[in-house]
């Protein structure tokens, strides 16, 4: 489902020139995400990078023992992408919202 977007909610996007923004804004769409979806799992392909407006993303892996290690948390200053761009191990990482 397509979310209304406005862009200077993100602080990232918000800190752009106009003119680069305005440069980005084709690319961009508005998602509705809902709490515990995850927007990335390990071993898949990256197609999206998340700037969020009103949400938190976090980064989390699975341990050996099944259990659950937060390793990142972002909001609407920051934008999710790969979880590599952050220093996780690829194939222990995933993001939910």
């Known amino acids: 489902m397509t979310a209304s977007l406005n862009l200077r909610q993100n602080k990232l996007l918000a800190a752009l020139p106009d003119v680069e923004l305005l440069g980005l804004e084709p690319d961009l769409e508005g998602v509705e995400l ?7 799992e390990s071993g898949t392909t990256i197609s999206y990078v998340y700037f969020p407006t009103t949400a938190f993303v976090s980064t989390v892996y699975e341990l050996e023992d099944g259990a659950l290690g937060e390793t990142a948390v972002v909001g609407a200053e920051a934008w999710s992408a790969s979880p590599r761009s952050w220093g996780v191990t690829p194939g222990l990482a995933a993001l939910s919202c």
């Not at 809902?34 to 990335?40: D, I, M, T």
């Open 34 to 40: 809902h709490r515990g979806q995850a927007l990335y």
